[in-house]
């Protein structure tokens, strides 16, 4: 892969402006902020063309994505789009050979993610998913703590998301456009739990979901295309450990704790901003807890420049990046077999 002098030198834009979070903008100024310089942006949405306008005056804006990719000399586009579309803009950023950022979720299934990460080593490209939240607070002290040993041997870890609640009506409730319930805040949870079971290679993926319920409802903004109501994805890995996740629209009293990190020697939980670490010390309970550190997300385009320059390694790699995918794959694939189904490595 061809390394650049400095940052600076990265010319970068994004396909995709939308009002939900603000992403685009968020995007372009972490860019900013890692010496990259942003000169483009591609969205359909004539109002929301005017919004990067005024956020960043000096950038040139399109109404497509085939037009910036012609006009604009460019090194790294970000995708910010809804999932579905993933997989055939990054492929189409990849084939005009452009250095790819693609926010979380990479795709949607196996197969997009293994021709995606084949198409950037042939072209000897950069091709990544954007895993911010690497770099949460909560997930950077646990897996400080847990590898210092306080828990003993890491044995499973649980987490969960939601709470009973209508899905909206926006597109995130679709399941053709954003894969299901578990693509979102479940690829998060993956994400945490790879990095306390590095380096463990997995074995097998079982899934269970519910569909129906608020699909049914009046009002439902996707009575035909809606996600699940609540979906569990287990992992089980060589060593014997396992993962279970769970993201629900039903539950009216889930546990407090979102994530717990289960061991020979105790149970580490966090939520977004606080840690609990439960022990047993002379046969007695001991509850210590405190609040987590800042979240360092600027460290995702700090080490893509760093990359890119030659100076560091890249910590979300493509294999990183399919790894959730896969995962998610096959936990929608056994739910509706009703069966355990293997894992295949790249």
Request: aromatic share 8%; charged share 25%; with cysteine.
């Amino acid at each position: 892969m061809k390394k650049f002098k400095s940052a600076s030198d990265i010319r970068v834009g994004v396909i995709g402006y939308g009002g939900q979070f603000n992403m685009g903008k968020v995007h372009l100024q972490d860019m900013q902020k890692a010496g990259m310089t942003p000169l483009a942006v591609a969205e359909l949405d004539a109002a929301r063309l005017e919004v990067a306008r005024v956020d960043f005056p000096e950038i040139e804006t399109y109404d497509s994505p085939d037009k910036m990719l012609k006009s604009m000399e460019l090194d790294l586009v970000v995708i910010i789009t809804p999932h579905n579309t993933h997989y055939d803009l990054a492929m189409k950023c990849l084939r005009a050979g452009k250095h790819v950022v693609c926010e979380k979720p990479l795709c949607i299934t196996t197969a997009e993610a293994d021709k995606l990460v084949t198409e950037a080593k042939r072209r000897k490209l950069l091709m990544t998913a954007f895993h911010n939240r690497h770099w949460d607070g909560n997930i950077m002290r646990a897996v400080e703590q847990i590898r210092s040993g306080v828990i003993g041997e890491v044995v499973r870890i649980d987490g969960r998301m939601g709470r009973r609640s209508a899905p909206g009506s926006w597109w995130r409730s679709s399941k053709s456009m954003s894969g299901g319930i578990l693509y979102d805040w479940g690829v998060h949870m993956l994400e945490y739990a790879f990095q306390v079971m590095e380096p463990s290679e997995m074995t097998e993926v079982t899934g269970f979901a519910k569909r129906g319920y608020w699909a049914s409802q009046p009002g439902a903004a996707f009575p035909k295309d809606s996600n699940e109501d609540e979906a569990t994805v287990i992992v089980r890995f060589k060593d014997g450990r396992w993962i279970r996740l769970t993201i629900t629209h039903l539950d009216p009293a889930p546990p407090e704790g979102f994530f717990d990190v289960i061991g020979t020697l105790g149970n580490y939980c966090f939520q977004h901003d606080q840690w609990e670490l439960i022990t047993t010390e002379d046969g007695q309970t001991v509850r210590r807890s405190g609040r987590n550190p800042h979240s360092q997300w600027e460290n995702f385009y700090a080490n893509i420049a760093g990359f890119m320059v030659g100076k560091e390694k890249l910590v979300i790699t493509p294999e990183w990046s399919r790894r959730p995918i896969h995962v998610l794959d096959l936990a929608d694939r056994s739910a509706k077999l009703g069966r355990t189904l293997k894992t295949k490595h790249k």
